[in-house]
């Protein structure tokens, strides 16, 4: 008893801290700062053996250093080392249930190690396993891992559709002056391809005898009374004239004067630009020959492939920017008119039309242009930053701020997206507040927890497992 005595005082003074072993007659001797025990060590199995020198190596079973010293067996009742000032001492007090891998995997240890990368293993304490869904964190690492919250907040949603396309003229705005029967041009008004003409003003003179053979008819049936007086003025010859599509205004000038003209003068049906002249004096033009084709551009189409993700948010009577390449910093105003049945199996995209106005004909047909399709709703909605969403592919969650360095992962359904937010319709309501920084972080704290969770009761029974994956000296 004096012996012990005397080692104790020994040990104080000497400034061994509590926890402090040595071995006499068998017998493990620990030292605390309070009492004074002694604990044999027969028929008890160490937990680990650690460094004797105090370094940060352990080891699964018993080993020597490199100066020849035995490691240091580890029992379950060692108690740590009191807190005093220090505080990672003072969480160090709390029970370690055991060790996670820092990388979140699915691996536990019951003493401290390293991953193959060299990091230290996590430690799991007691009272940090509860199981209510909500993952805790303390200030510091969350100052150290930048979390930042934002509010839920409504906004309209602006999203904004970006299709390149080209212009093509208005099929309904474009005019062709044919033949429908054997005729000769006689002279040709100094008209060129690309002149801009009105309606009515002359292009051609034409000879044909079709015509010529009809007008006569017409005008010899024009005062001619039909028994029974259901037809007066010959509308059978007159229908000959417009079927060989003899213009409106010569028909009219041959009523007024009682004569057929010689040749015929040809004008133009619209306003519009000669977009093709054929027409050559003297020639010959068979029935079906085109002579002069002429388009109206005040009105194009502006021609885009949409991308099928995006067909569900566009309708007919949508506003659209369009701007061309050519006139960089204008914008031409313009509405869908047209969304085309078919999807491109190629691009899976779909033909959209758009009408424009083109008063100044500065769009012309075939040029690159760039649609802007404006899909924003009235009304505002449930958003949230898109950095505050995690996609998985299968499940979108939000990590919602709870307070306290409390985060509980919510499942959410999605909706539009646009500006830098995303519409939120199920998961989450007015007053909530979401991680929008560093929120991966949190998940994978709370995608561990929810691995390990039957790890909590089985930590201790896994020791021998765990145990016996340590191998060596552990860094």
Avoid: C
Avoid at 348 to 374: G, H, K, Q
């Amino acid at each position: 008893m004096k012996m012990l005595r005397l080692l104790t005082s020994f040990a104080l003074a000497g400034g061994l801290a509590a926890g402090t072993y040595w071995y006499s007659n068998g017998v493990r001797w620990s030292v605390h700062a309070e009492v004074t025990t002694t604990v044999p060590v027969e028929n008890r199995t160490p937990l680990y053996y650690r460094d004797p020198g105090g370094a940060p190596r352990w080891s699964a079973g018993p080993r020597k250093d490199e100066r020849g010293q035995d490691y240091l067996p580890v029992y379950d009742d060692d108690r740590a080392v009191p807190a005093k000032t220090n505080p990672q001492q003072a969480e160090s007090s709390r029970k370690i249930l055991y060790y996670r891998n820092p990388m979140g995997l699915p691996d536990t240890s019951p003493v401290p190690k390293k991953d193959s990368m060299g990091m230290n293993y996590v430690p799991v304490y007691e009272g940090d396993d509860l199981d209510d869904g909500v993952v805790r964190l303390s200030p510091g690492k969350i100052q150290r891992s930048g979390v930042r919250s934002e509010p839920v907040e409504r906004r309209v949603i602006r999203v904004s559709i970006k299709v390149p396309g080209t212009i093509q003229l208005d099929e309904r705005r474009v005019s062709v002056i044919a033949m429908r029967a054997e005729s000769f041009v006689q002279k040709v008004a100094d008209v060129t391809t690309g002149t801009r003409v009105k309606a009515g003003q002359p292009l051609m003179e034409i000879y044909s005898s079709a015509v010529a053979s009809a007008a006569a008819e017409y005008l010899a049936t024009i005062t001619s009374r039909t028994v029974g007086g259901v037809e007066t003025y010959g509308r059978g010859s007159r229908q000959r004239l417009v079927n060989l599509d003899v213009p409106e205004t010569v028909i009219a000038e041959m009523e007024r004067t009682r004569s057929a003209p010689v040749t015929v003068l040809w004008s133009a049906p619209r306003d519009g630009i000669v977009l093709e002249r054929n027409a050559i004096e003297g020639m010959r033009a068979n029935p079906g020959d085109v002579l002069f084709r002429i388009a109206d551009t005040s009105v194009v189409w502006a021609l885009v492939d949409v991308a099928e993700r995006d067909l569900g948010s566009i309708a007919v009577g949508q506003p659209v920017a369009v701007r061309a390449r050519s006139f960089p910093g204008r914008s031409f105003a313009g509405k869908i008119a047209v969304i085309y049945p078919q999807v491109n199996r190629e691009t899976r995209s779909v033909r959209v039309r758009i009408e424009l106005a083109n008063p100044d004909s500065e769009l012309r047909p075939d040029m690159y242009v760039d649609a802007d399709i404006d899909t924003a709703e009235s009304s505002a909605v449930l958003v949230v930053p898109d950095s505050a969403v995690l996609d998985t592919g299968s499940r979108q969650v939000v990590l919602v701020d709870k307070g306290e360095g409390r985060f509980e992962p919510r499942q959410v359904k999605l909706g539009r997206r646009g500006g830098g937010y995303i519409e939120v319709r199920e998961g989450v309501s007015d007053g909530d507040t979401v991680v929008t920084s560093a929120n991966f972080l949190i998940d994978a704290e709370s995608n561990l927890k929810a691995a390990l969770k039957g790890f909590g009761d089985a930590a201790p029974g896994a020791s021998d497992a765990g145990a016996g994956r340590v191998t060596g000296e552990q860094k």
